[in-house]
């Protein structure tokens, strides 16, 4: 099976500019979350989508948004970039059983560079 | 609020040694916790995962110890190998269902294994 892939790997933007990563499960997985992983804060929940809806969200501004279509990839939406955006932008796939902590797989991630 | 904490932040050691790695967490709804290996440019891969009702795992060289009762976990590497020089975290999850499949990660451990 192949794993989850991401894209882009790289991105550089300037300040005040918007981006929008993808990413695509694992086949059979339902859920996606994405995560934020910075040197000072390491790495931070954003939120997770299963079946097309947001399922919990992490403490972010409303400036991170995400969605997921109906072949269960997702999007991450970053608006009026700041410069403290700048990480890598991880990406999990489960198959998201209901009622039960499930293994999380992850991509290789999305190297933001807010300039 | 850091809800998953990690030590040491760093460890050095020789090949063929052991490596060990503690994570406390504060939070007695969490019932998933899964050990993760980064390596540089990659995202993180599952290593090893345990449950509240088991006390140790093993998998090949990696052992997870569970305590309920002090809410620790750590991860031990045994006959360390100059491969296995990566960041390690420890995560958490679980708790209301809409919050069950969110990771808490613990702030990782850099080890180096010297040859």
């Known amino acids: 099976k192949a794993g989850v892939t991401q894209t882009p790997r790289y991105l550089i933007k300037t300040r005040g500019q918007q981006v929008t990563l993808s990413c695509s499960p694992i086949s059979g997985h339902r859920s996606v979350s994405w995560y934020q992983q910075t040197p000072g804060q390491g790495l931070q929940f954003l939120f997770e989508?299963?079946?097309?809806?947001?399922?919990n969200k992490g403490n972010f501004p409303g400036r991170f948004s995400g969605r997921q279509f109906s072949n269960s990839r997702s999007e991450m939406n970053v608006s009026t970039l700041e410069l403290g955006d700048s990480a890598l932008y991880l990406c999990a796939s489960s198959t998201r059983l209901a009622g039960v902590s499930d293994t999380q797989y992850f991509g290789p991630g999305t190297r933001l560079t807010v300039l | 609020q850091q809800q998953v904490k990690q030590s040491p932040q760093s460890l050095i050691v020789q090949k063929g040694g052991i490596s060990i790695i503690n994570c406390a967490y504060e939070n007695t709804a969490f019932d998933y916790f899964p050990w993760y290996q980064q390596f540089p440019g990659k995202g993180p891969a599952l290593l090893i995962a345990?449950?509240?009702?088991?006390s140790e795992k093993k998998e090949g060289r990696f052992t997870i110890s569970f305590n309920k009762s002090a809410k620790q976990f750590s991860l031990h590497i045994m006959d360390s190998q100059p491969g296995d020089s990566a960041t390690y975290f420890c995560a958490a999850s679980g708790g209301i269902k809409a919050a069950g499949n969110k990771l808490t990660f613990g702030g990782g451990t850099r080890v180096l294994v010297k040859p």
């Open positions: 345990i449950r509240p009702d088991v």
């Open positions: 989508y299963f079946s097309e809806t947001q399922r």
